[in-house]
């Protein structure tokens, strides 16, 4: 009777070990995020503040989430885009519109990729400064 509760217990601790380690094998992605004036992600405004940007997954499809402590404050579906060369600075681009300042993309120091959030690029103004890892 000890050995078939033992070996339960033991089935268990594995399948949470295993599933654990699923886990942080599709850990997200994350950084900060400084906006310095307030912006629109998904048509939620984000006052001026510090942030933490979470992702999942490499893409191409994913979603952008930001954080301010354990809460979302928005969420948006985006894109993993391939960039020609590494970003050589950390930027997010924003594009003016009626209902303000959008957020269209994220660019990250050192990578060969950029977050559009909405799938849009293009004639938008890229803000430098923002620090997102």
Known sequence: MKFSLFSKFMTLITALLLA?????????????????GPILVNGTQIPPGSYTVVWDGEGPDTSLHIMQGKKEVA?????????????????KELKSS????????????????QLDVAGESGQAEMKSG???K
């Open 75 to 91: 969420s948006a579906p985006c894109k993993v885009v391939a960039l020609d060369q590494k970003a050589s600075e950390d930027a």
């Open 130 to 132: 923002s620090t997102v």
């Open 98 to 113: 009626a209902a303000g300042k959008e957020l269209t993309a994220l660019r990250f120091s050192g990578q060969k990729y």
């Open 20 to 36: 654990a380690g699923a886990y942080a094998a599709g850990a997200a992605h994350k950084g900060s995020l400084q906006v310095s």
